[in-house]
């Protein structure tokens, strides 16, 4: 494990753990990490809240198992979260022109202070993922046959005060979903073998896979989706010496 820490409760921890379950046939392996910084730039309005802070923490879990001495299983899971400013806007020049209905330019550079956080609503933008697969590797005499299933799921939320003045007038929040899933299939040869039954130096690769994938997108004004399926064959031949 290893620790660190410093200006502005900067602290970053990582670790991992791994060794046999059972007989040395089932192996596990568990591994995380964990970040903070509180930042060093505050909101005017709000002084007890950074604008520049950033937090994020992951953890990934393994199992292998020796299912038979030609079968090999590997089952993954993993998740983690990000939550950080957003890449909040700080004024460092005056405005040339307001934008804002009934606001003149010159109540937008009154209320700025520069290379301030300005904004009435603090910026934010926090993504949660977890995903996990099964891979499968079997160890046959003509070939290496591998099976790989996964599933993933990411979710995004972001707040977004983009007029960069205390005058409240464009807020954006923003909420995304995205949902996937794929299998790929894999085939290997070990090599072709000749009438004399000696290796040929010749090898194929045979890796036919299909993929989908549904993205869900909810938005502020409204739902809205896509999903799309994508399959794929690939043939590759090799001379071996």
């Given at each position: 494990m290893d620790v660190s820490y410093g200006n502005h409760n900067s602290t970053d921890i990582t670790g991992d753990v791994s060794g046999p379950l059972a007989t040395d046939r089932v192996f596990l392996?568990?591994?995380?990490?964990?970040?903070?910084?509180?930042?060093?730039?505050?909101?005017?309005?709000?002084?007890?809240?950074?604008?520049?802070?950033?937090?994020?923490?992951?953890?990934?879990?393994?199992?292998?198992a020796l299912v038979t001495d030609r079968l090999t299983a590997y089952?993954?899971?993993?998740?983690g979260a990000d939550k950080n400013d957003g890449l909040a806007l700080v004024p460092v020049t005056h405005s040339t022109g307001s934008g804002i209905p009934g606001v003149s330019t010159?109540?937008?550079?009154q209320s700025l202070i520069l290379g301030?956080?300005?904004q009435?609503?603090?910026t934010s933008a926090t993504q949660t993922s977890a995903d996990g697969s099964l891979r499968l590797?079997?160890?046959?005499?003509?070939?290496?046959?591998?099976?790989?299933?996964?599933?993933?799921?990411v979710t995004e939320?972001?707040?977004?005060?983009?007029d960069v003045t205390r005058i409240p007038f464009v807020t954006v929040h923003q909420d995304q979903t995205i949902r996937s899933v794929s299998e790929e299939l894999r085939l290997a040869s070990k090599g072709f073998r000749n009438a004399f039954a000696r290796p040929s130096k010749f090898s194929f690769r045979r890796r036919p896979g299909f993929f989908g994938q549904l993205v869900g997108v909810d938005l502020q004004h409204g739902d809205s989706?896509?999903?799309?399926?994508?399959?794929?064959?690939?043939i590759s031949g090799s001379l071996r010496r």
């Open positions: 392996r568990v591994a995380a990490n964990f970040h903070n910084d509180d930042g060093d730039i505050k909101y005017l309005y709000a002084p007890h809240t950074s604008g520049n802070y950033d937090q994020s923490g992951n953890v990934r879990a393994e199992l292998k089952l993954s899971f993993g998740g010159a109540q937008v550079n301030q956080l300005n009435d609503s603090a590797v079997y160890d046959a005499d003509f070939a290496t046959i591998s099976s790989v299933t996964a599933v993933e799921g939320v972001q707040h977004q005060d983009i989706g896509v999903g799309w399926l994508f399959v794929s064959r690939s």
